[in-house]
């Protein structure tokens, strides 16, 4: 019989993580897992809660991430009444931090209209498009609540903002229609008790001074293939934001080099002394994830 029970102080090492304190262990934790990963390395046709336990449980993870399940539709905000939450009550009640993906007024615009039409509304018209962020943040808002009663620790707020070189959109757009709005989610989350952390792939540090500013308790996806030094960043601002992510798909093959993961390893040791860190893969498992060099990397440390 497989055995389940994970670690009593994971939930506890994030805590103490996103708050600057001192933990046994670097935290551990992955924004995604996919399905075809599980049932690759666990040779089982089927995955539910129990499979992806399992998984957790092999790789020694503390963190485990919940994306709700919407049906988006063209040019209509999902009813949160029409959200799923798979196994979220499972997952609250094991000794994982548990946090929710939602998407930002930016994502959701790109999922509902298309990237070319969210674009164009952003120029043409600065009205339609107040209206449509203040229509994401009370259909977040509304699911903020229920996830605080369903037991969650964490609240991943994600917008894609940024390429590899920078930003996507002009940061004065950003700063003067979408921060507002991110700020009173995050004062709500907040409120509430949760943690919020804000994702974006690709170069996005322009913008970190101002997640600081509107209180993002930390950052997931820290890309050094898109120029975001994670060693820098910490030293700007590791006192002021918990920083998540590092690994890129070409170090879990490079650390099957015995001379490259020792030194990974030493500067992740150097990285978690300055504390507010936490490691995983930039955007999550997939099949171009190589789990045995991360397992290396994972094992190492």
Not at 31 to 39: M, P, Y
Not at 64 to 92: C, G, L, M, N, S
Not at 263 to 273: G, I, Y
């Amino acid at each position: 019989m497989v055995d389940y029970s994970l670690p009593k102080d994971s939930r506890q090492r994030i805590y103490r993580t996103i708050c600057h304190e001192s933990t046994d262990r670097i935290p551990k934790g992955e924004l995604c897992i996919s399905d075809d990963v599980i049932r690759r390395e666990l040779n089982c046709s089927h995955v539910g809660f129990e499979e992806r336990l399992e998984f957790i449980n092999i790789i020694g993870l503390d963190i485990y991430t919940i994306f709700p399940v919407f049906q988006f539709e063209k040019d209509k905000i999902p009813d949160p009444r029409e959200a799923k939450w798979p196994d979220i009550e499972k997952w609250t009640n094991t000794s994982l931090f548990t946090f929710v993906v939602l998407d930002g007024a930016l994502e959701t615009g790109m999922r509902t209209q298309g990237w070319a039409e969210f674009l164009k509304l952003m120029k043409k018209s600065p009205s339609s498009l107040v209206s449509f962020i203040d229509a994401v943040e009370k259909l977040n808002t509304s699911i903020f609540r229920e996830l605080a009663q369903k037991g969650i620790d964490g609240i991943i707020l994600a917008d894609d903002v940024a390429f590899s070189k920078g930003l996507i959109i002009n940061p004065e757009i950003l700063r003067k229609h979408f921060m507002p709005s991110l700020a009173r989610q995050v004062e709500e989350i907040s409120r509430l008790g949760i943690h919020a952390f804000y994702h974006s792939d690709g170069n996005y540090q322009e913008i970190i001074p101002d997640l600081i500013e509107i209180h993002f308790h930390g950052i997931q996806c820290i890309e050094q293939r898109c120029g975001m030094d994670i060693t820098e960043l910490q030293s700007k601002y590791g006192d002021k934001i918990c920083l998540w992510g590092h690994i890129d798909t070409d170090d879990t093959l490079k650390a099957h080099n015995p001379d490259y993961l020792q030194a990974f390893s030493d500067s992740l040791q150097m990285l978690s002394k300055q504390k507010g860190f936490i490691l995983g893969t930039n955007c999550g498992l997939y099949e171009g994830t190589n789990i045995a060099g991360l397992k290396k990397i994972y094992k190492a440390i």
